[in-house]
């Protein structure tokens, strides 16, 4: 018989910096889970991604055992680090704080393409180009599509 689910905990972690200070330690710590077992395992399982801000996802099973997926960066995370930006606008719609090219739109669309709920690179592109304007980024140069 399958274990039963009693909750889900969302983080955001660096790849490889796992450790059991806060915010890590405290939001593990209040549902009983072993702080330590998930840091081991999870700068494991991101070696490769060292530094990278990773989104998890931890099921929280009733015997105090848990389960986590890593998904792909964040597509904001991603745009500022092309456009080498530290911070996105805070008037989006008056203030353009950077640039990127449909190129740099279509790699960020291929890393993310596992967590978009998108069929086509196009449909994937066009979601992160529209993230990218509400960052205050533009996208520069014509829509592949467009062509």
Known sequence: MAKEII??????VKGGQANPAPPIGPALGSKGLNIMDFCKQFNART???QGQILPVLVTIYSDKTFDFIIKTPPSTILLMERAKLKK???EPNRKKVGSVTWDQVKEVAEIKMPDLNAFTI???MKMVAGT????GITVTGDAPWQS
């Open 47 to 49: 070696q490769e991604k």
């Open 88 to 90: 996105g606008s805070a």
């Open 122 to 124: 196009e449909s994937a």
């Open 132 to 135: 990218a304007r509400s960052m």
């Open 7 to 12: 909750g889900y905990l969302k983080m955001q």
